[in-house]
């Protein structure tokens, strides 16, 4: 018994991940990207995160008031009363805030990352995007995983006829062409970011499914899991308990790169015209825009592009270096 | 004195089938267990020895429900436990437990030894807080691990000290019966020896009744009341510990016995090499299923299945030339 | 008595960690031409990694040898070139492993593996390959062998696979056999077999074989001399009757009381208390202090040297005089 202090599992998969700069560096970035989806409305928009108006204190980005409603803050005289302030987000534009007066300007100080076809900032919408890409990344995946982990957990407890019922259904899903299975079900419904999420999650479960199916099939044999029927535990507390924790590694590496790949077809489904409908901002629909323009408004196709690569650039080397930290401790025992 | 008899096991088989073809019909079984009669008398130890494919570790998995049996009956304190619903069998399972041989398959990796150790009391609900906390303490100390032990992880142990969690595991449920299938063999013999002397200590302390399985015939001597002698699914030979070693009767045990190797070079014994290879047990030989490699065998051995018979003393031996 | 292999104050180390650690501290064997050499220990005590060096095939990182000698014939092993190590290997040195059906490729027939062995080393016509592996077959008592020769591993029950691990052993007529656990894989039915069939050929071909086992059972039956390691460290020698009658070192005690012997039934063994420590963490003075019913300060300090107690009988123990065997 070693006098080092104990560390679990997903420690020293921790431990081991921290060697790895590349993974660190994906892992800063995407923590960055994480905080900016959060802070959206800190970061980017036409309300001041703290006003004091008339000897009162306001809140705009975080309280809805009525004494506000369609006020537009940026006209608000805050010279009127001696003591009054406002300060702005360090973006004081909002993403949707249409100024037809400056249409389509290159970067300059006012705009950092100049305007779009209707004077919309585009700095502004880049930030809250972010917070669209990432919700439909997480979202879809957590959909795939969930019913990956279910289907293929129980074929893989169970296995017999159970098995082949549900390895056939996974069969049968494997072979549809998912992009375009996403686009003819978009085709029916209202294109809204839940429908998009939704749709992505249901149709990419298969690979984790066949992970966790495959894991199971192996965890049955070990002695762990006789010894937890022994005690008197149930199917679902075997499954739950014991397989399906030590199954989770492989998934997790699955799950990362599942995230970049929903965000590249939501980014691809913009592009086409399917993606998220105006005017929410996601990343794939300024892109979409800047065909038109693409000649001279290099800034519409940059900064999202850009943005897009190094978002999921970031997760498929976490996905990467959380698979070499989880190498050799694969399987359920050492 | 009669004792109580705990566990009775009556023509007890568990087949596995094989599958061929294409549409997976059944074309064989693997016959790992092939009618088992046998009596656990509370509070001893019942040995159980035999070679790779006997079916010692499956029997010892079908008694205690582990694998379904294919048929046959088991009785445990007077109940039949046999087809018993997975619910049902829940209650049972508090009094009968196993040890597994592998240390390092036996327990989950991901969990702490505290987590392992408790998870009976969890599952039936069993003492909370404070009294399951200390009620686990002072199980880790009878199996001879330090209390720290409860916040590390299994990988953090050598391969006895993760026998004896798994033993503490066994015990958290107060069970009557464990079936201790080759629980030393995967040891050093320094540990092993550590490990014989606490089963037997524990015996003497909770009054527990065990199956032991091994293949090491030194070890199942010392260890056991009495003694099966397993060959392909069968039980060739039982008898008292001591009787046995002194007078095996079966012609496979006399080999057996024979072949262990005694750390005493001053005694050389002639050994009877066994010819052949042991046969599979999904076709095994007609008659005697022993008859092929048998040194004494003759014509009736090939035909006529030989019964386990009451020879005196309480030593049963299947054999038509004892 | 001519020493066909002699190794000399051997010490190897293993990186771990970012730290170099000792697995073993300066052991030296000699293996007389035609004896069976038993080295008996548990695991950590470093006795596969001492035969592994012999035949050189200790992965050099992370392993290394660091100081020692292996001699053999008038040569030391440890200076070869790989060119020169592998002539030696399975020619004039052979290994035997303790799992035979991972030790043979499942993708070729037992009889194209024996004459791999064959062709690597000597030079015979394909005829008379063909006729030394039918030979070799036969000597290892596999019936059949003309048509055994095409079975595939597979196909053939762990005891025959040792045997066939040996015919390719052997194929060459080696001096020296290193056998590494041969046997604990196996029934004890078929034990009893391939040791019979190891001490037959050692007469019959003259060859010397260094047995490396845990089980002091086998040794009692077969070995001519025992060394009983410890930690990484020889910490008794002598002749078997000698060890197993009077031991000198209170490891080997514990060891030979660990065995469940003719004792009453359920008595409690002298088990040794404890667990050998981790290479990383080996004590000062004498490794075996922390478990040792006898030990006084000294033993803590200052690590006890091989010395003479018998007839070629040598045991590491401060107390060496006062150690007597406790019947069980």
Redesign the interface.
Known sequence: ??ETK????WGSVWQKLKKDKLAMAALIIVLVLFGVAIFQNFLAGNKPIILKYQNEYYFPVLFRYNKFFGTDFKQLDINSTKGDFAIFPPVRFSPTENDLLSVLIPPSKEHLFGTDDRGRDVLSRMIHGARISLSIGFVAVGIAAIIGILLGGIAGYYGGSVDFIVSRLFEVMMTFPVFFLILTILAFRDPSIYNIMIVIGATSWTGIARLIRAQFLQLRQ???V??????????W?VMMK?ML??SLAPVLVDISFGISGAILVESGLSFLGFGVPPPEPSWGDILSQSQRYVDFAWWLVLFPGAAIFVTVTSFNLLGEGFRNAIDPKFL??? | MSVKELIKIEKLKKYFPIKSGIISRVSNYVKAVDGIDLSIPEGQTIGLVGESGCGKTTLG?TI?K?LEPTSGEIIFENNNITHLS??KM?PF??E???V???P???????M?VESIVS??LV??NILSGKDRKDFIRELMRTVGL?ED?L???P????GG?RQRI?IA?ALA?KPKFIVCDEPISALDVSVQAQIINLFIELQEKFKLTYLFISHDLRVVRHISDKVAVMYLGKIVEISPSKELYKNPLHPYTQILISCVPIADPSRKRVKTVLKGDVPSPINPPFGCSFHPRCPIAVEKCKTVEPELRDVGSDHLVSCHLV | MDNVLEIKDLRISFASDGKRVEVVGGISINVPKGKIIGVVGESGCGKTVTALSVMRLIPEPPGKIDSGEIIFDGADLLHYSDRDMRSIRGNRISMIFQEPISSLNPVFTVGNQIEEALSTHLNLSKQERKERVLELLTLVGIPAPQRRMHNYPHEMSGGMSQRVMIAMALACNPEVLIADEPTTALDVTIQAGILELINDLRVKMGMAVLLITHDLGIIAEVADEVYVMYAGKVVEHGYTADIFREPHHPYTVGLLNSVPGLQENKEMLNAIPGVVSSPDNFPDGCRFQDRCPLVIDKCRTDEPLLEQVGNAHTAACWRRAEVKKIEN
Do not use: C, T, W
């Open positions: 018994m070693s104990s560390v679990g599992y070990f002695d762990y006789d010894a937890a029927v022994a005690l008197g535990g149930n199917d507390r014991h924790p030590n359920g025992s050492e | 998995k205690l582990l997975a619910s829940r399972r508090r009968m437990q196993i597994f041989q592998d390092y398959g036996s327990l989950n990796p991901r702490k998870e009976g599952i039936h330090r032990a916040s590390r992880y990988h953090e142990f050598s000290q798994a595991r449920l």
